[in-house]
């Protein structure tokens, strides 16, 4: 699929036309990347709401930065709030505690130059591939003529070259949360936000979009939040995975992945990633939320 | 287009063999005519004036149309502004719900004295009643959205204009047409209260003037019409609704398909 992209010599894979960034892809193998600045600084951030039952405590005490540049995961069993915690930092739900900026603005409303991809594609039945793509520009105000190619390219590099013009109900459920990938990329934002976006698809679908998410990411460089409950998941794709429990909502351990990238599936058979996974499982045990036997 | 072509001959088909047996049930038992003429008596009635009925034919038609071309316009900007404005909901919604449950048929008389015995009363029952039936769909359609859909738009910093053209309206174009479909219906049942109350046009009067002289075959003739209309009206709605809505499922499976 890449290859689709004729590559130029003259430019790096980083400056890929198709995903256009503003940091180069040497970064990642500066040793010096926990250093970066924070994108998203999340600060005693804590989340209630009344409901028939009392008062639930969505977050609590939610101290967290995200990095530029970095892709970080949020992992947890359902219930704990890290679908809520990515709503916050989106600016789609207001905390009632503590505060939230992005690139040290505090946060009122969502954040310019940033995209979602959600559970569910969402994509709009009425439109068609390209024209689910293309409603990104038309809600940012930006000229639908002038992305157009860069749409074209997204859908190439994912796969859905020849379905630009086919309805969502045509594709299967793995095209259909590409194309809802490529939506959310088409204008190129600096946050990408994640909610669970693999959860409905099959092992094999999930295995391959988590290929590609992790190519993609390796060579734009955005700040990735991803919300999942798949442990191995998780590792593949983070420099750095946060873990969450339940009532309320809160951090209990973040952990910096220092598998070598590019990341391959064979990865996950080898001890490191084994003792990653041990680490996480004997954690979520210890609180209850893994039971065995 | 084959299957639309089928569907017709089968309900005319079906309308065919109940006259037949209509005709058959008055040849074998005889019932006087005054009570239930056959068919073709009927038919002959109305080959005796065509121009008569079809006058008062279109008359209704007129009604029936610009009662229901109001209702779905006045309707839809209602709807949009309960969806938009909790101020409308609280009054505007409250009140048209309110209003709903007393027989609006009971209404006609008062229109009569407000607006005389021209058209523009028929026309206003027309659309009182099919209004209820946009504005309580229409409403019901902008509201189901899913939230994410909303999500997706506003972490775009989409405007709500952007977000009610885009994705509200066509979300609800469904239910806005179930509405419709109603509607058409009660803009019908509306232009012939209204003919009953104070008129001396249409196929409503027409019916009232034969009923005086106990003319049971001109009355039927107007009774045939009216069903021809109605069907007519109801499935030039769904027309329009087949033709704006090749991507819902009801329609896939007339859509020109892969």
Same mark, same amino acid.
């Given at each position: 699929?890449r #290859?689709a992209l ?7 894979? $980083?400056t890929?036309p198709?995903m &256009?960034? #503003?940091? !180069?892809?040497a ?8 250093? $970066?600045?924070?994108y998203v ?5 804590g989340?209630?709401?009344g409901s028939?039952h ?5 977050l609590?005490?939610?101290?967290l930065e995200v990095r ?6 949020i992992?947890?069993?359902?219930g704990?709030g890290?679908?809520?915690?990515l ?5 789609l739900?207001?905390?009632?505690k @503590?505060?939230?900026?992005v690139?040290?603005?505090?946060l009122?409303?969502?954040p310019?130059?940033a995209?979602? =991809? ?9 439109? &068609?591939?390209l024209d689910?793509?293309?409603i ?12 157009? !190619?860069?749409?074209?390219q997204?859908l190439?590099?994912?796969g859905?070259?020849?379905f ?8 299967? @459920?793995?095209?259909r ?16 936000l994640m909610d669970?976006p693999?959860?409905a698809?099959?092992?094999m679908t999930?295995?391959d979009l988590?290929l ?6 390796q060579?734009?460089?955005k700040?990735v939040?991803?919300? &999942?409950h798949?442990?191995?998941? $998780? ?6 995975v =946060?873990?969450?429990d339940?009532?309320?909502?809160r951090? =209990? ?6 598998l !070598?990238?590019?990341r391959t ?12 996974? $041990?680490h996480?499982r004997?954690?979520?045990?210890g ?6 036997g | 287009?084959?299957?639309?072509? %089928?569907?017709i001959?089968?309900v005319?088909?079906v309308?065919?063999?109940?006259m037949v047996l209509?005709?058959?049930g008055?040849w ?15 038919f002959?009635?109305f080959l005796?004036?065509p ?5 008062q ?5 007129y009604?029936?149309?610009?009662g ?6 006045l ?8 969806? %938009? ?21 009971a209404l ?7 607006m005389g ?10 659309l ?6 946009v504005v309580?769909?229409? +409403?019901l359609g902008?509201?189901? +959205? ?9 972490i775009?910093?989409?405007s709500?204009?952007a977000? /009610?053209?885009k994705i509200? /309206?066509?979300n ?7 509405g419709l479909?109603v509607?058409?219906?009660?803009a ?7 003919e009953f ?7 409503g009067?027409?019916?009232?003037t034969?009923q005086g002289q106990f003319?049971?075959p001109?009355?039927?003739?107007? /009774?045939?019409?009216l069903?021809?209309l109605g ?5 030039l709605v769904e027309?329009?609704?087949r033709?704006?809505?090749?991507? %819902?499922?009801?329609?896939?499976g %007339?859509?020109s398909?892969?």
């Open positions: 699929m #290859t004729a590559p130029n010599p003259a430019i790096s894979p $980083a890929d198709a &256009t960034t #503003t940091e !180069p892809a970064a990642s193998q500066m040793p010096g990347r926990a250093t $970066a600045p924070a600084s999340i600060e005693g951030v989340k209630s709401y028939r009392g008062a639930v405590h969505a609590a005490g939610i101290d530029e540049g970095e892709f970080l995961s992992l947890g069993p359902s704990c890290k679908s809520t915690l709503k916050c930092i989106g600016g739900e207001r905390v009632t @503590g505060s939230l900026a690139r040290g603005q505090p009122s409303g969502p310019a130059k995209g979602m =991809v959600f559970q569910r594609d969402v994509l709009l039945d009425w439109r &068609t591939i689910n793509v293309l990104t520009a038309e809600f940012l105000g930006q000229s639908r003529e002038a992305l157009k !190619p860069r749409a074209l997204l190439q590099r994912f859905l070259s020849g630009e013009n086919r309805h969502p109900w045509e594709l299967s @459920g793995g095209m949360q590409r194309a809802s990938i490529c939506r959310a990329l088409l204008c190129d934002p600096e946050l990408l669970e693999f959860g698809l099959d092992a999930r295995d988590n590609e998410l992790a190519r993609i990411w060579d734009t460089r700040t939040v991803f919300v &999942t798949g442990i191995a998941e $998780a590792i593949f794709l983070s420099d750095r =946060v873990m969450m339940r009532n309320p909502g951090i =209990v351990e973040v952990m910096e992945i220092d !070598p990238r590019p599936l064979a990865m996950r058979e080898t001890p490191e990633f084994g003792r990653y996974v $041990a996480i004997h954690l979520f045990a609180l209850g939320i893994l039971k065995e | 287009m084959r299957s639309t072509l %089928h569907e001959a089968s005319l088909g309308i065919a063999a109940a209509w005709e058959i008055v074998i038992l005889k019932p006087p005519p005054i009570i239930l003429p056959a068919p073709s008596v009927i002959a009635e005796q004036a121009s008569y009925f079809l006058r034919t279109a008359y209704t038609i009604t029936t149309l610009a229901f071309g109001l209702a779905a316009v309707g839809l900007v209602l709807a949009i502004g309960i969806v %938009h404005s909790r101020l409308l909901e609280k009054t505007v919604y409250t009140l048209l719900v309110a209003l709903n449950s007393v027989p609006k048929v006609a008389p008062l229109f009569v004295i407000w015995t021209g058209i523009e009363p028929k026309i206003a029952i027309a009182m009643l099919a209004l209820f039936s309580i769909d229409a +409403v902008l509201r189901s +959205v899913d939230p994410d859909m909303l999500n997706l738009a506003r775009s910093r989409a709500q204009f977000i /009610l053209r509200r /309206l066509p609800a174009l469904p239910s806005i047409f179930a479909k509607a058409i219906s009660f019908l049942v509306g232009a012939i209260v209204g109350v104070a008129g001396s046009e249409g196929l009067f027409a019916i009232l034969a003319d049971t001109r009355v039927f003739v107007c /009774l045939l019409l069903g021809l069907t007519v009206l109801f499935y027309g329009a609704e033709i704006s809505l090749p991507w %819902h499922v009801s329609q896939r %007339h859509a398909g892969h």
